[in-house]
C-alpha cells in the first residue's frame, strides 16, 4: 500500500508530517485531508490565515500528490442550519 504525508502551508511556512499513512490510493488520501482540514477548523475556527492554508499531499518520493486548500473542504461542507422537510 502505497504511503501518502499531508504536509501543512500556511503562507511561506510548511509543517511536514513526518509519518504519513499508508493508504489504498489517491482518492482516499484525498478524503483523508478533507476530514483533517475539517477538524482543524472545528477547533482553531476559520482564522484568515488558515483559510489560505493548504494541505500538499506527497508520495514516498516527495512527489505532490495533491494540494487541497483549506477553503476548498469548507465549500464542501453540508449547511448545518438548513432544515429537511
Known amino acids: 500500500m502505497p504511503k501518502y504525508f499531508f504536509n501543512t502551508r500556511i503562507g511561506d511556512e510548511l509543517i511536514v508530517d513526518p509519518d504519513g499513512e499508508d493508504l489504498r490510493n489517491p482518492d482516499r488520501a484525498w478524503e483523508v485531508a478533507r476530514q483533517m482540514i475539517l477538524e482543524v477548523v472545528k ?3 476559520a482564522q ?3 483559510l489560505e492554508a493548504v494541505i ?6 516527495g512527489e505532490i500528490v ?3 486548500p483549506f477553503t476548498e ?3 464542501d ?3 448545518q442550519s438548513a432544515t429537511r422537510h
Do not use: H, K, R, Y
Not at 500538499?56 to 518520493?61: A, G, M, N, R, S
Open 56 to 61: 500538499e499531499v506527497t508520495d514516498d518520493d
Open 48 to 50: 484568515p490565515a488558515l
Open 66 to 68: 495533491l494540494e487541497f
Open 73 to 75: 473542504a469548507l465549500l
Open 43 to 45: 477547533s482553531e475556527g
Open 77 to 79: 461542507m453540508p449547511d
